[in-house]
């Protein structure tokens, strides 16, 4: 089992076998039978520290040459149009997705808006799903300065 990021982002299952591998490690690796790559994280594809993970459109790109079924699992979508620049790469790259679930309406409808829509599923993440629940928080808050 990998440890650390990697194993967060994303990881491949080999066929047959119990173990995960991170294709950074051994991209020889991508030659062997796999049944898909699976991108995990509501927050892949968020431009949050300015940056996008380009190792995944790099491992999308990979499995596509080699017909590995690249699938992103629970993502949560901001608005591409923060860099423009890289909006056609992004939607290539979410329409050659065989899959795409997304936890929220809201992404659904973002990627409908451009025409992702024949390979996205809603899921429900019980975060989305949850009514709140009034608490008081005060008990918690510390009683003297510091």
Same mark, same amino acid.
């Given at each position: ?27 020889? %690796? ?7 790559? %699976? ?9 949050? %520290? ?39 790469? %992004? ?56």
């Amino acid at each position: 089992m990998i440890q650390g990021q990697g194993r967060k982002r994303f990881a491949l299952r080999k066929r047959n076998e119990g173990h995960w591998i991170h294709p950074r490690l051994r991209p020889s %690796l991508l030659d062997h039978p796999y049944r898909a790559a %699976l991108a995990v994280g509501g927050d892949l594809y968020t431009f949050s %520290l300015n940056t996008l993970h380009w190792d995944l459109i790099g491992l999308q790109q990979m499995c596509a040459q080699r017909k590995i079924p690249f699938v992103i699992w629970g993502a949560t979508l901001e608005s591409f149009e923060k860099r423009p620049d890289l909006l056609p790469l %992004l939607l290539e790259h979410l329409h050659a997705c065989k899959l795409i679930t997304v936890r929220d309406r809201k992404s659904r409808e973002y990627l409908a808006s451009h025409g992702v829509t024949d390979n996205v599923v809603e899921v429900f993440d019980p975060a989305f799903c949850m009514a709140p629940i009034e608490c008081n928080i005060e008990p918690y808050f510390p009683t003297q300065p510091g």
